[in-house]
């Protein structure tokens, strides 16, 4: 337990929210129900060593069941269980570690177990990766199209029995694609009379567009976007526009992103369709509110991203394109910075200060990912000088002209 007083003193800043419900699920869902029966000092490195074997035998078993067919589901949640990946595992390790560490501060321990080299978990190092220009510009149009349009009702054109069903479904918050598959027609059709519904003062809008051009166009965290709030949108100058992050993982708190004028106007059009929902634009109201007009969870735009980026490959692949690389909001991070240094010839501390990094090794790293793609003609210019000798060769070979 902590000591009075003391639970400010330890860490070196506040926990941001969604940080203290990520320890929250690791202590409960994982930690507590191993350890909570023990005593401190019956915590050794056989009881560690025992932790991380039954983590990686209960992954096995339901890996086994999953493989049958089976759906395992937590008996107090109901929650689908699904076997833990190697990098959720060093997590937890490694939250068993610091709090071992702070046991080994207090004097209730004298060495910490969970720092044993047997306790090390190895993890593949993840593809990290960034879309093109044009790939992120297809993403964008994809999540657009999988928005719901500004109204759902009928209007006054001539209302058929398809028209009445695209706007019943669109009511109910399904997109264009699943529209299609539902009415057997294609998506054009479904488009073309989406166009002539007008009218309905409460349509499902989500704002998917707004959602994944935010984070393809500022670089902003899922869990930043989550927290945005009205009130923290600066839109009055053109030239200026901005938006603040508070409680950044800066040393001032709070991070002030600024806008272009094409995501500038992203979220005056998104402002507007939230004003025609009848959503509260107030400052304390959410930018970007979910269904129910609360917070955004991270998971939901996790979900945005790979439906949109789904409806982009399908677009792709139909025009002779290869699909979209594996996409995540943390993509979408990465693809704004390559953006960023190649549009502000390469402004490392300018971009680091935009994202939020303190210091440079994320923004190196895609920056020598963009050299190399920078510098893809060396291969053709490899290619023009070997032409170039076999022409000189076959030139040498060739008989001299006689005069």
Not at 80 to 101: F, H, N, Q, Y
Not at 310 to 338: C, D, F, M, N, V
Request: glycine letters at 8%; one cysteine or more.
């Amino acid at each position: 337990m902590v000591a009075a007083g003391e639970d400010r003193a330890i860490g070196r800043q506040p926990l941001r929210e969604s940080t203290r419900a990520d320890y929250l699920w690791r202590l409960r869902r994982h930690l507590l129900p191993f350890f909570g029966r023990y005593r401190l000092d019956e915590i050794d490195k056989a009881l560690c060593l025992e932790f991380k074997a039954s983590k990686l035998r209960e992954a096995d078993e339901l890996r086994k069941l999953e493989t049958r067919g089976a759906t395992v589901r937590d008996p107090v949640t109901n929650r689908r269980r699904v076997p833990i990946e190697m990098s959720s595992l060093k997590k937890l390790i490694g939250t068993l570690a610091s709090i071992l560490d702070e046991a080994v501060e207090d004097e209730h321990l004298v060495a910490n177990p969970a720092r044993s080299r047997r306790m090390k978990v190895a993890v593949p190092a993840p593809s990290r990766t960034f879309l093109e220009i044009d790939e992120l510009v297809a993403l964008i149009d994809a999540a657009s199209g999988q928005d719901a349009p500004r109204s759902v009702g009928v209007g006054s054109r001539a209302v058929g029995a398809t028209r009445s069903n695209v706007a019943r479904l669109m009511a109910e918050g399904m997109t264009p694609a699943q529209i299609s598959g539902q009415l057997g027609i294609a998506r054009s059709t479904v488009s073309y009379h989406a166009q002539g519904l007008v009218g309905g003062r409460h349509s499902p809008y989500i704002g998917r567009r707004v959602v994944v051009a935010t984070l393809g166009l500022s670089g902003v965290r899922a869990s930043e976007l989550c927290d945005l709030r009205i009130g923290h949108l600066r839109l009055h100058d053109p030239d200026g526009a901005r938006f603040q992050i508070p409680g950044a993982k800066t040393a001032a708190g709070v991070r002030v992103v600024e806008m272009s004028p094409d995501l500038l106007a992203e979220w005056r059009l998104h402002l507007d369709r939230l004003r025609r929902a009848g959503r509260s634009l107030e400052p304390d109201a959410w930018a970007i509110p979910n269904r129910n007009g609360g917070r955004m969870c991270r998971q939901r735009v996790g979900e945005i991203v790979r439906e949109a980026a789904a409806g982009a490959s399908a677009t792709l692949t139909k025009e002779g394109r290869p699909p979209l690389p594996h996409t995540t909001p943390h993509s979408l991070r990465r693809t704004y910075i390559s953006i960023a240094l190649l549009a502000n010839n390469f402004d490392v501390l300018w971009v680091m200060n935009q994202v939020g990094h303190s210091d440079s090794k994320m923004t190196m790293d895609v920056y020598a990912q963009l050299q190399q793609r920078v510098k893809r003609d060396h291969g053709k210019a490899f290619d023009a000088l070997i032409q170039q000798a076999r022409a000189q060769v076959h030139d040498a070979k060739r008989p001299s002209a006689v005069a």
